[in-house]
T-cell receptor, first 116, second 111 residues
């Protein structure tokens, strides 16, 4: 089975621009979560999608948004980029994300975003 | 709210020694406790996990122990090797139907 994939792997943007990142989960997985990883803040949960619906949301401003398609692929968008948005953005997939959250979560390789 | 504390933030050991990383959590409804290893420039990879009906789980040189009463769990790596050098994250799942991660421990194993 192919693992979680993310595109693009690297991205350079300037302040004020917007960016869209893509994540394809493991085949058969319907839950996709997004995380922001920075050296200072560690792995911070952005949001989770299941069956095209946002099920959980972390403490990020409204500039961060996402969506999920019927084939479970997910995108996240960051508008009006700020320097502090520079980070590694990781997505992770689980089969359903229910069962009390006990399912194994698999990470993609991440998209490294640099905002200049 | 959910909170996961992880200690220590950095750990340096000699090859062959043991390493122990500890995490505490606040949500008593939590019932899933995975550990991830992240090597430099790579994705976090699950190395071991434990569910609340088990107190200890071993996989070769790696073991995880869970104390639900005290709300803490630990990762034990025995006979450490240089390739064990990485950042290790604990996580907690269940109560909020999502995984909450600790801040990470940077483990350095010196030959």
């Amino acid at each position: 089975k192919a693992g979680v994939t993310q595109t693009p792997r690297y991205l350079i943007k300037t302040r004020g621009q917007q960016v869209t990142l893509s994540c394809s989960p493991i085949s058969g997985h319907r839950s996709v979560s997004w995380y922001q990883q920075t050296p200072g803040q560690g792995l911070q949960f952005l949001f989770e999608y299941f069956s095209e619906t946002q099920r959980n949301k972390g403490n990020f401003p409204g500039r961060f948004s996402g969506r999920q398609f019927s084939n479970s692929r997910s995108e996240m968008n960051v508008s009006t980029l700020e320097l502090g948005d520079s980070a590694l953005y990781l997505c992770a997939s689980r089969k359903t994300g229910i069962s009390g959250g006990q399912e194994t979560q698999y990470f993609g390789p991440g998209t490294r975003l640099l905002v200049l | 709210g959910e909170n996961v504390e992880q200690h220590p933030s950095t750990l340096s050991v000699q090859e062959g020694d043991s390493a122990v990383i500890k995490c505490t959590y606040s949500d008593s409804a939590s019932n899933y406790f995975p550990w991830y290893k992240q090597e430099l420039g790579k994705r976090p990879q699950l190395i071991i996990d434990i569910r609340s009906n088990v107190g200890e789980k071993k996989d070769q040189r790696i073991a995880v122990t869970l104390n639900k009463t005290a709300k803490h769990f630990s990762l034990h790596i025995t006979e450490t090797q240089p390739e064990d050098s990485a950042v290790y994250f604990c996580a907690v799942g269940g109560g909020y139907n999502k995984l909450i991660f600790g801040a990470g421990t940077r483990l350095a194993v010196h030959p």
